[in-house]
């Protein structure tokens, strides 16, 4: 039997399905906490929780993809060109700031830049990933759609950080795949009710990180 996090409001062509859920944690790379030198407030608050979920996630058996921005060349957004050409570098390759924080990783990991920009998953773990991404949503100009789709997976769960920016785009994308899609509330830095508003007004589904694992573990 298929577990959900169904309740007799939730539609049931849009609930999450567990069993088939993969997380999708989202530019959680140490250049954009709170400190770092594009800093988004409230993201390094929001570590505990996404640590807390990947475990959640790799208890379950679940598949978790880290997707992550490295600036090289074009690969920068236009709203952040100007800054660039300024000389401004922040999650350049083989640096500590575009790393991913340790304590999110399974084991010690060190990234392989021009594996990623090359398109090319790199795995972590059993099934944890990390993929690259050049723009806002995870699902542009990456192979994230195959490899989701090669592991079964039709529900995708969302946390990491700037929820305005990548989270939301890449939950944009997901349901306009056909994804069952939740962003995960306590889990995801620059989360607002106005904003949430938006998203279940497209199907996602807002979940805590005490939901879901109660969702898989009862």
Known sequence: M??????TNRDPHTTPHLDSA???VIDVQNDFLDDGPLGVAGTKDRLSEIERL??????AGRPIVHAIRLYHGEDVDTVRRTRFDAGERVVQPHTEGADIPRSL???DVRLKPEQLMNGEAQRIGEQELVVWKPR?????????DAILRGLGVDTVVVAGCNFPNC???SLFDATELDYRAAIVTDATSAVTPERISDMVAIGVVPLTVDELEQGFFG
Request: glycine content about 0%.
């Open 54 to 59: 990947t475990k959640v996630f790799r208890r």
């Open 2 to 7: 298929t577990r959900t996090m169904l309740d």
């Open 136 to 144: 806002w949503s995870a699902f542009h100009r990456t192979n994230l």
């Open 167 to 169: 989270p939301r785009a």
């Open 105 to 107: 990783l399974p084991v």
């Open 22 to 24: 993969a997380l999708v």
